[in-house]
């Protein structure tokens, strides 16, 4: 610790090189911090699902609609013990740029399936007795100004809900108690979209509650085989596996957000090395004559590889503290439907810091060594 403050002197005899060497180092955390975190956010919905529920859409695709007679049918499956379902409405506040999620689901079982939606007795009375009522999540109540009692006009996105305009009264903001359910939704009756559809009767998917989770698979089976080789065939699959497969849609995203990582790392990392290399080219006679002087060579190494540690420390921790202050799920719109809100978690920033000391430390690594192994008369023909 003694020659603490002769690393913070080196450091600061190119304050320019420093500097943009830390930016850079603190890029690389940034944006491994932010990377992780949207993963996170994709994965979350899937980790905290329920056991006990499945979701059975059409074996095509969940963009196309079931008849809502299947549901007398999944009910007469041993084992499944609630049932509810979900429409996507698709509609339009004000600007196509305000997009967020609205379901059109069976308000009164879909709320008892999903414990995880939290309303006061109050608000989830003053929805179920109001047909055009509708419930907003507390992050999208933040993001649009919505209030108990506000008017909301949606213009219609799916053709098959027709033309005119629909209304809803707010009657309730709720709280995500899982991350199964995110905050920027917005939830009404199925029945006041169906009523209005052209086609009546049609269902996104189903929600099933099931009486032993060791038998989902079974029962999953069970459901599907009911509908085999009719025109609505469908695909039964646990929460978690569900929410992975909507996940799914935008691609491997494991592997590209991975990939644009460990580029931006080993990109840092030649910058980072290339800067240790300058400035150990720079201080060849000032080590010549530390080794002079009586510095042992184990010194030299820890004083360079030290340099090289404080550099890139210095821009790990700029690069997790903007990452935790600037990335928010709700405030880039990245929330809603089935992505619960994210942030950087404390474990992300910490590994972005870990990934700043890898890079000082791989950085340093050569650089130091060569220094600590420079002969004196060698080190004092070099003009630096």
Same mark, same amino acid.
């Given at each position: 610790?003694?020659?603490?403050?002769?690393?913070?002197? &080196?450091?600061?005899?190119?304050?320019?090189?420093?500097?943009?060497?830390?930016?850079?180092?603190?890029?690389?955390?940034?944006?491994? !911090?932010?990377?992780?975190?949207?993963?996170?956010?994709?994965?979350?919905?899937?980790?905290?699902? &329920?056991?006990?529920?499945?979701?059975?859409?059409?074996?095509?695709?969940?963009?196309?609609?079931?008849?809502?007679?299947? !549901?007398?049918?999944? #009910?007469?499956?041993?084992?499944?013990?609630?049932?509810?379902?979900? /429409?996507? @409405?698709?509609?339009?506040?004000?600007?196509?740029?305000?997009?967020?999620? *609205?379901?059109?689901?069976?308000?009164?079982? +879909?709320?008892?399936? +999903?414990?995880?939606? $939290?309303?006061?007795?109050?608000?989830? *009375?003053?929805?179920?007795?109001? #047909?055009?009522?509708?419930?907003?999540?507390?992050?999208?109540?933040?993001?649009?100004?919505?209030?108990?009692?506000?008017?909301?006009?949606?213009?219609?996105?799916?053709?098959?809900?027709?033309?005119?305009?629909?209304?809803?009264?707010?009657?309730?903001? +709720?709280?995500?108690?899982?991350?199964?359910?995110?905050?920027?939704?917005?939830?009404?009756?199925?029945?006041?979209?169906?009523?209005?559809?052209?086609?009546?009767?049609?269902?996104?998917?189903?929600?099933?509650?099931?009486?032993?989770?060791?038998?989902?698979?079974?029962?999953?089976?069970?459901?599907?085989?009911?509908?085999? /080789?009719?025109?609505?065939?469908?695909?039964?699959?646990?929460? *978690? *596996? @569900?929410?992975?497969?909507? !996940?799914?849609?935008?691609?491997?995203?494991n592997l590209l957000l991975g990939s644009i990582a460990f580029a931006v790392v080993v990109t840092t990392?030649?910058?980072?090395? /290339?800067?240790?290399?300058?400035?150990?080219?720079?201080?060849?006679? =000032?080590?010549?004559?530390? #080794?002079?002087?009586?510095?042992?060579s184990q010194t030299i190494f820890f004083f360079i590889a030290g340099e090289g540690m404080l550099i &890139?420390? $210095?821009?790990?921790?700029?690069?997790?503290? $903007?990452?935790?202050?600037?990335?928010?799920? =709700?405030?880039?719109?990245?929330?809603?439907?089935?992505?619960?809100? @994210?942030?950087? &978690?404390?474990? /992300?920033?910490?590994?972005?810091?870990?990934?700043?000391?890898?890079?000082?430390?791989?950085?340093?690594?050569?650089?130091?060594?060569?220094?600590?192994?420079?002969?004196?008369?060698?080190?004092?023909?070099?003009?630096?």
């Amino acid at each position: 610790m003694k020659f603490l403050a002769l690393i913070f002197k &080196s450091a600061r005899r190119s304050k320019r090189r420093t500097a943009l060497t830390a930016l850079s180092v603190a890029i690389a955390v940034f944006l491994f !911090a932010s990377l992780r975190a949207v993963l996170d956010g994709f994965n979350a919905g899937a980790a905290g699902s &329920s056991s006990t529920r499945i979701i059975t859409i059409r074996s095509t695709s969940l963009i196309f609609a079931m008849p809502s007679s299947h !549901a007398n049918a999944i #009910r007469g499956v041993d084992g499944v013990r609630d049932l509810s379902w979900a /429409n996507w @409405f698709g509609g339009i506040y004000k600007d196509p740029q305000n997009f967020f999620a *609205q379901f059109a689901v069976d308000a009164e079982s +879909y709320l008892r399936l +999903y414990p995880e939606i $939290l309303l006061t007795p109050d608000e989830k *009375q003053a929805f179920l007795d109001d #047909r055009t009522g509708c419930v907003v999540g507390d992050g999208l109540a933040r993001t649009y100004g919505f209030k108990v009692g506000d008017r909301i006009v949606l213009q219609v996105g799916i053709p098959i809900y027709g033309t005119q305009d629909f209304t809803f009264t707010v009657r309730g903001i +709720y709280r995500a108690g899982g991350t199964a359910v995110d905050n920027q939704s917005m939830m009404f009756h199925w029945k006041y979209a169906d009523e209005r559809a052209i086609e009546k009767g049609q269902i996104g998917w189903f929600v099933e509650e099931i009486d032993n989770p060791d038998r989902s698979a079974a029962i999953a089976l069970a459901i599907d085989e009911k509908f085999t /080789n009719t025109p609505y065939e469908t695909k039964t699959n646990t929460e *978690q *596996q @569900f929410m992975a497969s909507f !996940a799914s849609m935008f691609g491997n995203l494991n592997l590209l957000l991975g990939s644009i990582a460990f580029a931006v790392v080993v990109t840092t990392l030649f910058v980072a090395a /290339n800067t240790m290399a300058m400035s150990v080219r720079e201080r060849t006679t =000032e080590i010549a004559v530390m #080794r002079t002087l009586g510095f042992p060579s184990q010194t030299i190494f820890f004083f360079i590889a030290g340099e090289g540690m404080l550099i &890139s420390l $210095l821009g790990g921790v700029l690069g997790a503290g $903007l990452a935790v202050l600037l990335v928010n799920g =709700e405030r880039l719109g990245i929330t809603g439907g089935f992505v619960p809100a @994210f942030g950087v &978690s404390p474990r /992300n920033a910490l590994t972005g810091l870990a990934i700043s000391a890898g890079i000082g430390l791989v950085a340093g690594l050569v650089p130091a060594t060569l220094a600590s192994r420079l002969k004196i008369v060698d080190a004092l023909r070099r003009v630096a």
